[in-house]
C-alpha cells in the first residue's frame, strides 16, 4: 500500500549494532503500529501509537524502542540487534474515528541479524 | 490469555472450486473480526470485517460467517481462481487496557491450481 511506506526494504547488519526502521504515512491516521511476523507465528505486536504523545508497548517490546516523531512518521529501533531479532518487520496505521480497527500496512523490512 | 487457531497446513484446490478457510479462537469474545490476505514479501490486505451480530458477510466471491457460540469464523471463497493463491490471515479484536487492538492467528496458504 502506497499510503504507507517503509525504509528501508531489506537490511542485512551484525549483532550489537543500532539498527532504525522507518515508517511514513499519507492516510492521515492517528494509530500507527509495529510488528515482526516469523514464520508459523502471525504478527506479534511490537509497540503502538495513538497520537504524537501516546506510546504502548505491545507484546513482545523487549528489545526495541520506538518513536512518533509526527504523526505520520513512526520509527522502531533496535538498540543492539541480535540473531533472534531476524524477521520481517511491518508498520500499520488505523483510523482512531472508527469503532473498528481496520489496518493499513507497509510492504515490510526484512531485517537479517548476523 | 487470547488463542487464534488457523490450519497451518497449506489448502490446496482446483481452479473453480470454493476454497474454505476456519479460523478458531478461544478464551474471549470479540466484538468483530477481520479477514486479511498476505502475499508473499508484502504487507497483509484488509478484506473483510464482520461484527459479533452478523452471521455472514458478503463481498464479490467472499463470504465470511461468524458463529460466537463455536467460536469460529468461515473464510469462502467462491469460483477460486490461481490469483487467489496467498496467505489469508484472520484477526479479532480484544479489549484490553482501555481500548481495543487486534491479534492476529498466523495464517493459512491457499493454492489454487489450474
Known amino acids: 500500500d502506497a499510503d504507507v511506506t517503509q525504509t528501508p526494504r531489506n537490511r542485512i547488519t551484525k549483532t550489537g549494532k543500532r539498527i532504525m526502521l522507518e515508517c511514513s504515512q499519507t492516510?492521515?491516521?492517528?494509530?500507527m503500529y509495529w510488528y515482526r511476523q516469523d514464520p508459523g507465528l502471525g504478527l506479534r505486536l511490537i509497540y503502538y501509537?495513538?497520537?504524537?504523545?501516546?506510546?504502548n508497548k505491545g507484546e513482545i517490546s523487549d528489545g526495541y524502542s520506538v518513536s512518533r516523531q509526527a504523526q505520520a512518521k513512526f520509527s522502531l529501533s533496535l538498540e543492539s540487534a541480535i540473531p533472534n531479532q531476524t524477521a520481517l518487520y511491518f508498520c500499520?496505521?488505523?483510523?482512531?474515528?472508527?469503532?473498528?480497527?481496520?489496518?493499513?500496512f507497509g510492504p515490510g523490512t526484512r531485517l537479517t541479524v548476523l | 490469555s487470547q488463542k487464534i487457531e488457523q490450519n497451518s497446513e497449506a489448502l490446496n484446490i482446483q481452479e473453480g472450486k470454493t476454497a474454505t478457510l476456519t479460523c478458531n479462537y478461544t478464551?474471549?469474545?470479540?466484538?468483530?473480526l477481520q479477514w486479511y490476505r498476505q502475499d508473499p514479501g508484502r504487507g497483509p490486505v484488509f478484506l473483510l470485517l464482520i461484527r459479533e451480530n452478523e452471521k455472514e458477510k458478503r463481498k464479490e466471491r467472499l463470504k465470511v460467517t461468524f458463529d460466537t457460540t463455536l467460536k469460529q469464523s468461515l473464510f469462502h471463497i467462491t469460483a477460486s481462481q490461481p490469483a487467489d493463491s496467498a496467505t489469508y490471515l484472520c484477526?479479532?479484536?480484544?479489549?484490553?487496557?482501555?481500548?481495543?487492538?487486534?491479534?492476529f492467528g498466523a495464517g493459512t496458504r491457499l493454492a489454487v491450481h489450474p
Open positions: 500499520a496505521t488505523s483510523d482512531l474515528g472508527h469503532s473498528t480497527d481496520t489496518q493499513y
Open positions: 484477526a479479532l479484536d480484544m479489549f484490553s487496557g482501555g481500548y481495543n487492538k487486534l491479534i
Open positions: 501509537s495513538f497520537d504524537v504523545k501516546d506510546i
Open positions: 492516510k492521515g491516521h492517528d494509530r
Open positions: 478464551n474471549y469474545s470479540p466484538a468483530y
